[in-house]
Nanobody, 123 residues
């Protein structure tokens, strides 16, 4: 069984930065992809970014390019989401997810999910 645990979410002022972490356990991850999604109140969950464990191939939602950076530390089984120049509209619960296979941008592509971490950006 795969377990994903996110951390790093908190209240931050607009223009600030945060780094979210997602630590995975329970399976060998070399052939897997990891994704970050977010869900704001009253809105559908949306894709943020994804990365492959093996070679670190990345993919971003267009609206996140240039502000968000996804990375991974294979030895720690941890994926990061560095978020810069945060805006109030970035306020959401951020989830990490894992899938067996290449990068996907749909939540239905992913098999395992973390519990989420709250990010709140004040204006």
């Amino acid at each position: 069984q795969v377990q994903l645990v996110e951390s790093g979410g908190r209240l931050v002022q607009a223009g600030g930065s945060l780094r979210l972490s997602c630590t995975a356990s329970g399976r060998s991850f070399s052939t897997y992809a990891m994704g970050w999604f977010r869900q704001a109140p009253g809105k559908e969950r949306e894709f943020v970014a994804a990365i492959t464990w093996s070679v670190g191939l990345t993919y971003y939602a267009d609206s996140m390019k240039g502000r968000f950076t996804i990375s991974r530390h294979n030895a720690k089984n941890t994926v990061y989401l560095q978020m810069n120049s945060l805006k109030p509209e970035d306020t959401a619960v951020y989830y990490c997810a894992q899938r067996a296979g290449p990068i996907g941008r749909l939540d239905v592509d992913y098999d395992y999910w973390g519990q989420g971490t709250q990010v709140t950006v004040s204006s």
